[in-house]
């Protein structure tokens, strides 16, 4: 016996994809308006990316799928700022503003907007390409009408603008062989992958090893510098004993990343993922022999190490995420993680999750900047990674 599958209404995505919008703007028209000038533009943008990397681009039909769904998101965002529900719009395709029907009269899903049979194009054909400008000529008018005053307190003149973006929009998902439907779906999964409404932490990643291949669930680590012969290295003591190696920049200029092993800590404490301190700790699971070299192998660690330095190198040019706050990370940087990480266990976990590991990984760092000393307590059980003075 199989679940029966109930397909997605325009009402129920909009319902779930409005609780998403933050409104940090004071609900203002200009970053929907925004947000949907980009997006459509970003859709061009893969066209383009498909004709000039015809051969080598691989990833368009994905992408193509991601773009309306985002161009979705902000048509349904700026709608509904403008007093309007995406689902009236998407109701009244063919009907002037003063005869429209509400969609408070019955539930409207995507695939009725749609063939019921389309092809799917792994590239764009001319028709695709022409309505695409066309989308982005009625976003145009869209802005035109927004900046010159013209929609305001005019929700027929409004009306009338969503309505052929809309309608356009619909025209060019049938020239992709795209579902709305799997676009949305696919829209609602990205956003609560990033904002979710409830952060429920996942299982540990090594939750069925063996207990004595676990990660540590809590652990103290010092965290110190010290001068030998007159250069200055960190060391780490944990219960009493030194571990890793004594670390230096290894960089022309100084910039600190000698403390670099606090996001490996953070990774451990929040994603319960590190195979850097699987090593260093000596917890690889050798009981499961694939495992052992797949997850924990050198290649782990090389995978590990590229996005701590990635992620420091975007991090120097924002003051070390000093003012970031939860929900602010990039987007486009989060997804380039777990493009890093693609193929190892750390790919499931969630991208809120992923921001969660980096931010607290930066506010000891920057303790440590600060102080040159510090005890991490890692606090895996709370997913928690916290520092304090160390005398």
């Not at 985002?70 to 403008?82: H, Q, S």
């Not at 539930?107 to 590239?123: G, W, Y």
């Not at 009625?138 to 013209?150: K, Q, S």
């Not at 000596?282 to 694939?290: F, V």
Request: proline letters at 4%.
């Amino acid at each position: 016996m199989t679940d029966e599958f109930t397909p997605l209404t325009v009402q129920d995505y909009v319902s779930q994809a409005l609780t998403t919008d933050q409104r940090s703007d004071g609900g203002s028209l200009t970053f929907p308006l925004l947000g949907l000038f980009g997006e459509t533009g970003s859709l061009l943008s893969e066209v383009k990316k498909k004709q000039r990397d015809r051969a080598s681009y691989l990833g368009y039909a994905s992408a193509v799928v991601e773009e309306l769904g985002d161009v979705l998101w902000y048509l349904t965002a700026f709608a509904a700022r403008g007093g309007l529900s995406l689902g009236d719009i998407a109701g009244n395709l063919d009907r002037g503003y003063a005869d429209w029907q509400r969609a408070a009269d019955g539930p409207l899903s995507f695939a009725s907007l749609q063939p019921p049979i389309m092809t799917r194009r792994a590239e764009p054909t001319q028709a695709f390409e022409k309505t695409l400008l066309q989308l982005a000529g009625e976003v145009g008018l869209l802005m035109t009408d927004h900046e010159a005053g013209r929609l305001t307190n005019n929700q027929a003149a409004l009306a009338g603008r969503l309505v052929a973006i809309m309608r356009t929009l619909i025209q060019a998902a049938n020239e992709a062989g795209v579902t709305l439907e799997a676009a949305a779906v696919k829209n609602l999964g990205k956003i609560f992958d990033r904002w979710p409404r409830e952060r429920i932490y996942p299982a540990p990643l090594d939750e069925s090893a063996e207990a004595e291949e676990k990660l540590p669930r809590d652990l103290y680590v010092d965290v110190f510098e010290r001068k030998v012969r007159g250069q200055t290295y960190v060391f780490q003591r944990c219960n009493g004993l030194n571990i890793g190696d004594r670390l230096t920049d290894n960089a022309m200029t100084a910039d600190d990343y000698r403390f670099h092993d606090v996001f490996h800590y953070a990774y451990v404490a929040v994603l319960t993922w590190s195979p850097v301190i699987r090593a260093l700790f000596r917890l690889k699971r050798k009981s499961d022999p694939k495992i052992d070299e797949a997850q924990d192998g050198a290649r782990a660690t090389l995978i590990e190490e590229g996005v701590a330095t990635w992620i420091f190198g975007q991090a120097a040019a924002l003051n070390l995420f000093a003012d970031v706050k939860t929900g602010e990370l990039p987007f486009d940087m989060l997804k380039h993680v777990r493009q890093f990480v693609a193929g190892y266990e750390a790919e499931q976990l969630p991208l809120w999750l992923w921001e969660e590991a980096i931010l607290q990984g930066y506010a000891a760092f920057r303790f440590l900047r600060e102080h040159r000393r510090g005890r991490l307590h890692i606090d895996t059980n709370n997913r928690r990674l916290t520092i304090e003075k160390l005398s």
